[in-house]
């Protein structure tokens, strides 16, 4: 009805305007109208409270800078001081609903997808694949993440410890040792790139595993880079970075899969995740996931795997040059296990059953700095929440940053204390430590992270002493953290007389 009326309006209007200007004027008019029809139905009054400042930039800038200097709990904070735990922003182009609490927490990562859907920004997607598991929602998304947790779950993956094993010690051989100074950062991420290769593509050391690094490293850096399509940006080359992996990707599942025909008997269907995925049928026979799944799916597991593993194994270098109490702990946690080991024996998993203090020290440090900071999900449908309206196309975002530093969750938040993790200590709520998200779309790939996680810190303080050259080196987030000079430290290799290689 409100419609029709202004169909008549525009028709009289119409005899009287030249053709261009008609086309101007119904486009204002049908602005306009559903705007006001947009004002009417969203009841304005059952929005959260907060402002969605300047249009397109809204607070943006102030976030990136927060994030940027470390300081996204005091972003949060400062919203909570205003408008208490939900207010609603403008950021990254999309009004927003910012949540805080392990209530709102447990409501994010539990919702529904066909309510709260986890959608990326296209440019994303542009870069990573539209099959990728983080674009899906309902059932596809429950088939594509069975079939990678087929492979990524710690049955399975307990069989690969001395694999990691042997890559972290070839690289510590081929980089650290006779070096006096290393920059950590990069370092690690050529570890964490080469694990995710071995274990999970199956491409072992050689030609063709170095040629893919260079892709992956740009493609990487156009995820996270301002997604600007001109020549020479990062993200024009993260575009053509993955123009140029998937011929090489396309190749390497045909020939698992060859591999797979071929050898009739006895192939292990768990060799490594692409053999996996290939191997996985639905009840009728068919193939769980399509070539172009598979593809998106290995390129998302390497961009999700590669930076958060490398950004927690550098603070803990970093933590461990700096807190004695720590690091004598660990030490003898893990000079214990090297004891019960002969010289040059591959870890096991009991061997990281054994490491309880050193991973309680890895969430520590996932609680004070985690790596994904940040959490977007996006209405699909208007959602009320807690008495507010959260309107349809909206995003939601939560920190885990403030989660983890929230006083009345997390006592004395900024201190560090590994103890908080053992297992007779009191416990936080649920959803209060998000360092891995939580609920159906909660990190995958633990499990491995874990692996690495402890396997390295064994094989770095059973060999080497380090201490930091710069002090105060920092790191900034973009969003993922990066060190300034990579940090840079000198290391000292450790003799004993019964080696420990
Ligand atoms: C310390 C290391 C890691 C951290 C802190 C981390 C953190 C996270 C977080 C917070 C999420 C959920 C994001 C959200 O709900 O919005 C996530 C999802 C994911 N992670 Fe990790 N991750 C780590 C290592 C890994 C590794 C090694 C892999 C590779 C196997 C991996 C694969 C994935 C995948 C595929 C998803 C998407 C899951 C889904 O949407 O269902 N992550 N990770
Ligand atoms: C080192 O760790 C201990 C044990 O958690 C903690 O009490 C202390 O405050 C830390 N020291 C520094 C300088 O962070």
């Not at 086309?23 to 409270?49: A, E, T, Y």
């Not at 995710?196 to 892709?215: Q, T, V, Y």
């Not at 997604?227 to 998937?246: C, D, E, H, M, V």
Request: aromatic share 8%; proline share 6%.
């Amino acid at each position: 009805m409100y419609i029709y009326t202004h169909k008549g309006i525009l028709s009289t209007l119409f005899e009287f305007l030249p053709m261009e200007l008609e086309i101007f004027v119904s486009l204002f008019l049908f602005l306009l109208s559903i705007f006001i029809l947009f004002r009417r139905r969203k009841h304005p009054n059952r929005l959260p409270p907060g402002s969605l400042g300047l249009p397109l930039l809204g607070q943006s800038l102030d976030l990136l800078k927060a994030l940027k200097a470390d300081k996204v709990e005091e972003w949060f904070q400062e919203g909570i001081n205003k408008h208490g735990p939900i207010w609603k922003a403008n950021l990254f182009g999309h009004p927003t609903i910012v949540l805080h609490g392990p209530a709102a927490n447990k409501f994010i990562y539990t919702c529904d997808s066909n309510v709260l859907a986890n959608t990326q920004p296209p440019s994303i997607s542009r870069v990573l694949g539209s099959r990728n598991i983080i674009e899906l929602i309902g059932h596809d998304h429950k088939r594509v993440r069975a079939a990678l947790a087929s492979f990524l779950k710690l049955e399975v993956l307990k069989q690969y410890v001395a694999k990691v094993d042997e890559e972290i010690r070839y690289h510590l051989q081929t980089h650290w040792i006779g070096q006096h100074e290393v920059q950590v950062q990069p370092l690690i991420k050529t570890l964490t790139f080469n694990v995710i290769c071995s274990l999970l593509f199956g491409i072992e050391r050689g030609p063709k595993r170095d040629k893919l690094l260079p892709h992956f490293h740009d493609m990487i850096e156009g995820v996270l880079a301002v997604p600007i399509n001109l020549p020479f940006t990062k993200f024009s080359r993260g575009i053509s970075a993955r123009r140029n992996l998937l011929p090489m990707l396309i190749g390497i599942v045909r020939e698992k899969r060859e591999a797979l025909q071929e050898q009739t008997q006895e192939i292990n269907p768990h060799k490594d995740l692409i053999t996996s995925l290939i191997s996985i049928h639905d009840d009728d026979g068919s193939p769980t996931m399509s070539d172009d799944e598979i593809i998106d799916n290995i390129i998302v597991v390497m961009v999700a795997g590669y930076d958060t593993t490398s950004v927690l194994l550098t603070l803990l270098v970093r933590l461990l040059a700096d807190n004695e109490s720590v690091y004598s702990k660990i030490v003898s946690e893990q000079e214990e296990i090297a004891m019960s080991k002969a010289p040059g024996e591959a870890l096991t998993w009991e061997d990281l059953t054994k490491m309880k203090y050193s991973w309680r020290v890895a969430c520590e440090m996932l609680r004070i700095n985690p790596p994904i900071a940040l959490a977007f999900r996006r209405a699909r449908q208007d959602i009320e929440y807690k008495g507010f309206i959260i309107p349809k196309g909206w995003q939601v975002l939560l920190s885990s940053s403030m989660t983890h530093m929230d006083q009345d969750i997390f006592q004395n938040p900024t201190i560090f204390d590994p103890n908080r993790f053992d297992k007779h200590a009191p416990q936080p709520p649920p959803f209060s430590f998000v360092a891995f998200g939580a609920g159906p779309r909660m990190c995958p790939g633990i499990e491995l992270a874990k692996m690495e996680t402890l396997a390295m810190m064994h094989r770095l303080v059973t060999q080497f002493t380090w201490e930091l050259i710069k002090k105060d080196e920092s790191f900034k987030r973009s969003p993922m953290a990066e060190f300034d000079q990579g940090l840079l430290v000198q290391i000292t290799p450790i003799r004993k007389s019964k080696a420990s290689l």
